[in-house]
């Protein structure tokens, strides 16, 4: 160990929050350049797959999930929306509220991302203890979000 080691004010714990910033930043970066191939990104696959699989139909709902601004989730539908990969429904139960919901060609292109990222993910974890490494991410997750629940 060296001088700068016994000198750093920073506790494990400490450390273990960058290393899980910055392994996070790094992947996302990573996932996002190779999204791209296939005409996505890391945040509209997030967005496609939480209007998907977990009944996510309102802009206020994709950015509390997502822990993104409500302007920015609205511009990224719009310009999904655009590009014909969601689509607006007027919601029957307020005139003045619309729902989402992905059209055929985004139903596409989640299926083609879905690939790419399963591909990237088994080689990625290969040899790893998926078991223990889901439980200790799903642990810091709710950890997190109780925190931020806190505070607000």
């Known amino acids: 160990m060296n001088d700068d080691e016994n000198n750093?004010?920073?506790?494990?714990?400490?450390?273990?929050?960058?290393?899980?910033?910055?392994?996070?930043?790094?992947?996302?970066?990573?996932?996002?350049?190779?999204?791209r191939s296939s005409g996505t990104s890391v945040v509209e696959l997030g967005i496609l797959h939480r209007i998907r699989n977990m009944g996510c139909r309102r802009l206020t709902d994709l950015a509390e999930d997502d822990f993104i601004s409500k302007p920015r989730v609205s511009n990224v539908l719009n310009a999904m929306v655009e590009r014909g990969l969601i689509e607006r429904v007027k919601d029957t139960n307020d005139?003045?509220?619309?729902?989402?919901?992905?059209?055929?060609?985004?139903?596409?292109?989640?299926?083609?991302?879905?690939?790419l990222i399963n591909n990237f993910s088994c080689e990625f974890f290969k040899n790893a203890d998926l078991n223990l490494m889901d439980g200790v991410f799903r642990d810091a997750l709710s950890r997190v979000e109780s925190v931020s629940r806190d505070k607000t």
């Open 95 to 115: 005139e003045r509220a619309f729902e989402l919901v992905i059209s055929k060609l985004g139903e596409k292109l989640y299926s083609d991302s879905i690939v």
């Open 8 to 35: 750093d004010p920073l506790s494990p714990e400490g450390h273990l929050i960058i290393n899980i910033i910055k392994t996070g930043k790094i992947l996302t970066r990573y996932m996002d350049r190779m999204l």
